[in-house]
């Protein structure tokens, strides 16, 4: 099967065309751009790279959320659309899991702490362990203070690892060793389970923006 895989959840972005286990082209870049007029001329490119026409490809993988939220509604937009017009399946793999996932299952009692910066000394996190060579989630993706993060993490006894980019306003307020990792659209391809809905189908914020909820009070007013 031949797949595309697009992470715009935050400031990088990656994309990477599969056919089935085997990368053919992966590009990531930590440039600040606007995704809304890069990815699909990127998109069209990595594909020409591929030696591929947009018709072959099958599946559509495409991280959504927890992120920006300008970055997640790009790219599930995006996905949607093409998924649609190429009438092919649409998977959606967690931000944060794909992330994790860039860390090798080297130790698989470590937990593997991914961390996107929420401001306000909070976090969008989950948390990972390999088992049986599986990625699992063993706290499910959540918005969190970085005190509340930390007393949980304290709690455990495993040792832990956090994995984050553009995470340098947050990094002396977290506790435990810090890999610095981009993304790799690659990544999410042996993450995904069932297709979803292309109609339906929506980023996973987890929390609402300030616009939203200053909007969602004024009408309690």
């Known amino acids: 099967m031949i797949y595309l895989l697009l992470d715009t959840s935050n400031k990088p972005m990656s994309l990477a065309v599969m056919q089935d286990n085997n990368i053919l082209v992966e590009h990531t870049t930590n440039i600040k751009r606007n995704h809304s ?3 699909m001329p990127a998109i069209q490119k990595i594909i020409e790279e591929a030696g591929l026409n947009k018709k072959e490809i099958e599946a559509i993988v495409v991280a959504k959320g927890p992120g920006s939220y300008t970055g997640l ?5 995006t996905a949607k659309t093409l998924a649609y017009a190429l009438n092919t399946e649409l998977y959606g793999v967690s931000s944060l899991k794909a992330l994790a996932a860039t860390l090798p299952d080297t130790q698989s009692e470590q937990l593997i702490v991914p961390v996107f910066d929420a401001r306000r000394e909070a976090v969008y996190t989950g948390v990972y362990q390999y088992q049986d060579g599986q990625l699992v989630n063993v706290l499910e993706d959540q918005y969190m203070l970085i005190s509340e993060l930390n007393d949980y993490l304290t709690a455990q006894t ?3 690892i956090f994995v984050g980019h553009h995470i340098e306003n947050i ?3 977290l506790n435990g060793p810090i890999i610095y990792q981009l993304p790799k659209a690659s990544v999410m391809q042996a993450l995904i389970t069932q297709p979803e809905n292309i ?7 987890l929390k609402l923006s300030e616009a939203e909820r200053n909007w969602l009070k004024t009408q309690q007013k």
Do not use: M
Not at 73 to 77: A, K, L, M, Y
Not at 199 to 205: C, E, I, L, Q
């Open 171 to 173: 990094t002396e307020l």
């Open 37 to 39: 007029v890069q990815l």
């Open 158 to 160: 495993q040792a832990h």
């Open 73 to 77: 509604r790009i790219g599930v937009t």
């Open 199 to 205: 109609h339906t189908f929506k980023p996973d914020y």
